[in-house]
Nanobody
């Protein structure tokens, strides 16, 4: 079983920055993609960004140029640097990691005030 522990959420004013972290632990495993989804109130969960074990990245269109995903493979940790935050970035951010199945973190709240 893989456990994911997220940290780094919080309250920030528009234009500010936050960095989210997510560390995976558990039995010996190989993780393929790691990334982040978010869920805003009343909306479906949506992909924010992911990074493959080989370094391929993908971003949602509305975060390109503002968010950067990075990853430390030896420690199975993924980061999301979020700059120029907007109120519409508000939501619960969930980390995920793919092995033979998808594993999810508990979520961390990000609130961006106008």
């Amino acid at each position: 079983q893989v456990q994911l522990v997220e940290s780094g959420g919080g309250l920030v004013q528009a234009g500010g920055s936050l960095r989210l972290s997510c560390a995976a632990s558990g039995r010996a495993f190989r993780i393929d993609d790691m990334g982040w989804y978010r869920q805003a109130p009343g909306k479906q969960r949506e992909l924010v960004a992911y990074r493959s074990v080989g370094g391929i990245t993908k971003y949602a269109d509305d975060v390109k140029g503002r968010f950067t995903i990075s990853r430390d493979n030896p420690s199975n940790t993924v980061y999301l640097r979020m700059n120029s935050l907007k109120p519409e970035d508000t939501g619960v951010y969930y980390c995920y990691a793919d092995t033979l199945q998808s594993h999810w973190g508990q979520g961390t709240q990000v609130t961006v005030s106008p």
